[in-house]
Structure formats: structure tokens, C-alpha cells
């Protein structure tokens, strides 16, 4: 079982939190006495390594942690920790290990922080004992093998600062409260990272490389790309007067990733990794089962507070998050006739619970899942009822899956709105005696109900409900765009490697404005000239047909945008006069989202019907207007 994250993150903050050698490295190799102007940076290095672990934890399986359904979601969506149920060994081992490392954010001189770096030792001690269970998958020593494996880590997650921060704070269960660290942070954080890249290196190695240079502003940039960057952040900010220098030395770190994977990393995947092709493939595997006595410290559960929601029903907030936790953190979309119609939910919900039982995918073990929403009714003795049913779909946002909740389904105190609650419950009782429905049951005030839903839920019609001839009827507009193609160029009658950029540049504009529709196999005067140059330049490593398409789509977003925001875009396929057309939905980011440019990172936005690029000054305006904050 692979294990190589693991194993990185820890020997990083191994490395890392090494306080006395890492200042007698500063003092011995760059001649610095003082190291006070070093502490925040380092601190925030610290931070990153701990959230690290806990996230490469979370994302593992090989500690034999057990792990539940409300976990498995909790995770799929990044609830923050502190927000999940304590319902797992999964959930109660991270949040014990983020109890050692939470005070690093907090310590305020190398006194206290070297105490709170001792404390850790206990959960390193841990995890020490279950590397003893770990072999190297290769020939080479295990020192080399060590080396490796973090070094790539290493500029995976510490040296990628596109977004102006690392890589390895941009995303998982614990975000750090620094969301973007000044310049009063890079240049510790900026020495620790070198320190790290002297030690895997060694001497002779780190000094003829691109690693000798991280703590230098601008580390990374060549001259002719230089003024782009000045011009890009050229952006007076009163708020902020090292606006300009902070973002410059972030992006400049970032420019040494590509050069340090090429000089130090990818010369070792051929002289070391002999016995495998892929990068992917694993360094280090857990040859044993872990015994239960070594993790058990990371099991109790004295010091685990449930997540306050569940505690404290004094505001809306706490309320709408203990809702979530019973529709796990999925999608919910509702149909409501406001009780003007007769109890109209209960004939909107019996055909639709019938019609599920109809789906090859339900069975004894893919169960039907349906909520009973109890609303207490002031002044008589009974409910109102609302129910929910957990519908596989793919036209619910990002998921696959989602919940439909119908309101205003009967009474147990009247006479017809009896009736209709009485019907519902029979078909319920139906499909539970054949053993393909299960129910749960939750008591909700019903004014609370409806104003979750007004926050939470999405439209029942979403967007793949329009048809294809009314998104070709209106034209391309601010939320629908068209191209022939992601691979070919129709024009010129050849492969074009501009499409891909092209496609990228459409989809970070939808993000960064309000979403919009991608219809690609169609071209601008809405003719339909489907897929078939595309799926014949695909690899014949893949599949040459819609999955490979997709499969390519997916590396399109990856590479330009980050893997991160795939679960705002969604990809669909449908026929059209024999030929396939590709739909992609792209929902709206809560956060700004630049296309990463091999050299530059870009700004696009949707104006009208054509995607715009900005610039400078012009993209600090537009995050302050459109995301309501600076950043």
C-alpha cells in the first residue's frame, strides 16, 4: 500500500522543525545573526507542514483507519475538521494529530514555538514506529529513496506558489488563517524552504542548482519576463503598501518550480527509479498491518469536541450546518407549492419514489435513501411532513448525486392533509418490506427548513435541462460560448494546439464571473461538426470516444486552471444528428481562479459574449467588486 505522501510530509517537518539546525545553517551559510525577521515566514512553513499531514491522513487508507459514509463526504466536499462528526477512528486520529500541531500558528517567539515542536515529538514518535512497518519499493538505499520522494513533494506543495501562496495551504480539511501571507512571512518561509532543498541536496548539489536562489526576490523570473510581472502587480493598494513586492516574490518563487523539478527531480526518476516507468508509481509500501497498540494514542477521544453545531441552536448558522450534516453535505434542490395546493408535495413525491425504484441501480445494497422532515405545528399536537429523497443524478452540482426535498406532504392531525401523509408513508412501507428503501427521521422547524433551502439549494432545472436547440437558438451570450473543437482546427483543416489554450481561457472566465455553458463540436455560425477530429488525435493509449474526451478535458483543467476547481465543472455528452457534442457546466468559483500560463498567470473574465482578460489595477477592482473582498 502506498505511503510515499506520508512518509514525505513527516520527514519535511522533521527536517523543517529543527530549530537550532536550521539557524546555525542561516548563521554558518548566509552569514545572518539576526533571526527574529525570519520567525513569521518559518512559523508559516511549520503550519504548512502540519496541515500537510493531516490532509495526506485524511486522503490515505493505508493506516487501516476506519472510515464512514459522513466522513467519506465530509471529505469529498473539504468540510473543515473542526466541522466533521466525531462518527470514525478516521475522523478522531486527525483531529488528535492537528491537536499538537494547531499551536504552531499561534507561537509567538522561537522560545514558545520550540516548546510546542517538542510537544509534536509525541506524534512523531507515533508515526516512527509505523515506519517501522514501511520497505522501499526499489533497489536503492532507503536514505536515497527518502530523498527523493520529498523532494518532489517538497516542490509539489511548498515551492508552488502561483496562487501567492503555497500550493499545500490552497487546498484540504484545515485552511490556514493566513490566506495571503505578507512579505513579512515570504522571506522566513522563503529560507526554510532553501534550507530544506541544502539538506536533500547536499552541498555541492544545492549549490550548482536553481535551489541556491529561492531566498532572493524575484528568485525565479528572467529579465524578459520581469516587466510583465511588474506590470501585472503594478497596483498601488493603501491598504497594503507591499502589495507589488509580496506578489512578485511569491510568483517569483513560483517560477523556480518547473526549473527545479527539471535540474534536481527528473534526472533522479531515470538514475533511481530503474525498476518502474511512471512517476505515479510508489517508493515506499506498507509491508505489514499496523498494530493496534501504535495508533491507539491517536484513538482517544478526551480531549475531541463534537463540532459546535451540535451544541448550539442559537443562530441560523449553527442550525443550516447541523441541516448539511443530515443531507451530507450534498446538493439539495426543493419543490414547494407553498401548501396553496392541496398538499401538492405528497403527488410530487410518490411518482418520483417510484420512478427511482425503477433504476438498475437500486437493490438490497444500493438502498433508496428518503428523509422524514418533522415540523412541529404550534398550538395541536402533530407534524407537519416534508420529505427528501437522495437522488443519484448527474444533474446536481459536482456530486453525482443529491437531494430533492418535497415540501408540504401532509399532516398526522387533519383530515385530508392526514390522507396525503398516509400515502406517503404507504409507499414508503412498500419499498422498505422488499428491503430497497431505507428512512431516517429529523425534526425540523418548518420556517427554518425554508430558509435553509433559500440559502442551500440550487434550481430543480438546472442547466443540462436546457435543450441543445435553445442553447444553439439564442447564440453565445455572457453564460454560453461555442467552439468546433478542442483539438482540431476546422479552418485550417489540422491539429491545433491554440484550441486547448483557448477552451482553458473560456472556462476561467465562466468561474470568475457567473458560470456559463461550453458547447464544444459546434461552431460559430451554430453548425454542428461533432467530435470526430478530436477523439482521432487522442492517444491510442485511451479511449478514442466520449471517456478519452473527457479524460482530456479533465487534464485541460488540471494543467491550466488546478485540479482543485474540477468540482465546478461539470462534462456531459449527448447525440445530435449522429454527431456528438460536448456540454461542459462551469459553476461560478468563490474565489478568484488564474490560468496558469507557462510563464505568467492570466486574468479572464466573461464580458458579453466574448472572454476578456485583465490586468493590473483592473483585476485588484474587479475581485474587490465581484467576491465583495481584498486580496
Request: glycine fraction near 6%; include cysteine; charge should be negative.
Amino acid at each position: 500500500m502506498d505511503i510515499d505522501d506520508i512518509v514525505a510530509t513527516f520527514q519535511i517537518y522533521r527536517q523543517a522543525s529543527d530549530i537550532n539546525n536550521f539557524q546555525g545553517w542561516i548563521r554558518d551559510y548566509h552569514k545572518i545573526e539576526d533571526y527574529s525577521p525570519l520567525f513569521l515566514g518559518y512559523r508559516y512553513f511549520l503550519e504548512i507542514c502540519a496541515i500537510r499531514i493531516v490532509d495526506e491522513i485524511a486522503e490515505n487508507s493505508t493506516l487501516g483507519l476506519d472510515e464512514d459514509e459522513s466522513f467519506l463526504f465530509a471529505n469529498e466536499c473539504r468540510l473543515p475538521l473542526d466541522e466533521i462528526p466525531n462518527t470514525c477512528d478516521k475522523i478522531i486520529a486527525l483531529k488528535n494529530i492537528w491537536r499538537y500541531f494547531e499551536p504552531i500558528k499561534n507561537a509567538q517567539d522561537w522560545a514558545e514555538l520550540e516548546k510546542i515542536i517538542h510537544k509534536s515529538g509525541d506524534i512523531l514518535k507515533i508515526f516512527n514506529e509505523v515506519f517501522k512497518n514501511v520497505s522501499v519499493n526499489e533497489k536503492h538505499s532507503e536514505k536515497i529513496a527518502l530523498n527523493f520522494i520529498t523532494l518532489h513533494y517538497l516542490n509539489i506543495h511548498f515551492n508552488d506558489t502561483q496562487r501567492l501562496k503555497p500550493m499545500g495551504a490552497a487546498t484540504g480539511l484545515i485552511k490556514s488563517e493566513i490566506d495571503s501571507p505578507g512579505i513579512e512571512y515570504f522571506k522566513g518561509y522563503a529560507y526554510t524552504l532553501e534550507y530544506l532543498w541544502y539538506q536533500l541536496l547536499g552541498k555541492e548539489e544545492f549549490e550548482n542548482s536553481p535551489a541556491k536562489n529561492i531566498h532572493k526576490l524575484e528568485c525565479g523570473v528572467k529579465d524578459d519576463d520581469s516587466h510583465q510581472l511588474n506590470e501585472n502587480y503594478s497596483i498601488p493598494d493603501p491598504e497594503d503598501p507591499t502589495f507589488e513586492e509580496r506578489c512578485i516574490a511569491w510568483e517569483g518563487l513560483d517560477h523556480l518550480c518547473r526549473p527545479l523539478f527539471d535540474i534536481c527531480i527528473s534526472p533522479k526518476y531515470k538514475k533511481y527509479l530503474t525498476q518502474y516507468s511512471q512517476p505515479c508509481d510508489s517508493v515506499f509500501i506498507l509491508c505489514t498491518t499496523i498494530d493496534d497498540k501504535i495508533i491507539s494514542p491517536l484513538l482517544d477521544r478526551t480531549y475531541i469536541k463534537e463540532p459546535y453545531y451540535f451544541s448550539d441552536d442559537s443562530t441560523d448558522e449553527a442550525r443550516f450546518k447541523k441541516i448539511d450534516y443530515y443531507f451530507k453535505w450534498l446538493p439539495v434542490a426543493y419543490i414547494d407549492s407553498g401548501k396553496v395546493h392541496d398538499f401538492f408535495g405528497t403527488y410530487a413525491f410518490i411518482p418520483f419514489l417510484q420512478g427511482l425504484t425503477t433504476s438498475e441501480k437500486v437493490s438490497r445494497v444500493n438502498k433508496i435513501e428518503v428523509i422524514r422532515i418533522k415540523h412541529p405545528e404550534i398550538g395541536v399536537s402533530g407534524y407537519f411532513y416534508s420529505y427528501a429523497l437522495l437522488n443519484k443524478a448527474s444533474f446536481f452540482n459536482g456530486h453525482g448525486m443529491g437531494w430533492i426535498i418535497f415540501l408540504a406532504c401532509g399532516t398526522d392531525f387533519s383530515g385530508h392533509g392526514g390522507s396525503m401523509h398516509e400515502t406517503a408513508e404507504k409507499y414508503i412501507q412498500k419499498y422498505q418490506n422488499i428491503g430497497i428503501l431505507e428512512i431516517k427521521e429529523i425534526t425540523v422547524d418548518e420556517d427554518i427548513i425554508r430558509r435553509f433551502l433559500k440559502e442551500r439549494s440550487g434550481t430543480l432545472v438546472s442547466d443540462t435541462n436546457t435543450s441543445l436547440e435553445d442553447l444553439l437558438e439564442f447564440g453565445e451570450s455572457q453564460t454560453v460560448e461555442y467552439k468546433s473543437s478542442l483539438l482540431w482546427s476546422h479552418e485550417k483543416n489540422q491539429p491545433s494546439g491554440s484550441s486547448v489554450y483557448d477552451t482553458a481561457r473560456t472556462l476561467s472566465a465562466f468561474l470568475n464571473s457567473n458560470g456559463g455553458t461550453l458547447l464544444i463540436g459546434v461552431d460559430k455560425n451554430r453548425n454542428i461538426v461533432g467530435l470526430e477530429k478530436d477523439y482521432a488525435l487522442l492517444t491510442p493509449s485511451r479511449n478514442q470516444n466520449r471517456d478519452g474526451f473527457e479524460i482530456r478535458c479533465n487534464e485541460v483543467v488540471n494543467t491550466f486552471l488546478g485540479k482543485e476547481y474540477r468540482q465546478d465543472i461539470e462534462i456531459f455528452f449527448e447525440g445530435y444528428n449522429g454527431k456528438d457534442i460536448c456540454r461542459i457546466i462551469v459553476n461560478p468559483s468563490t474565489e478568484p481562479v488564474f490560468l496558469i500560463n507557462s510563464k505568467i498567470n492570466e486574468f479572464f473574465i466573461r464580458s458579453g459574449n466574448v472572454t476578456q482578460i485583465l490586468k493590473g489595477r483592473e483585476i485588484s477592482n474587479y475581485i474587490i467588486k465581484h467576491w465583495n473582498c481584498k486580496k
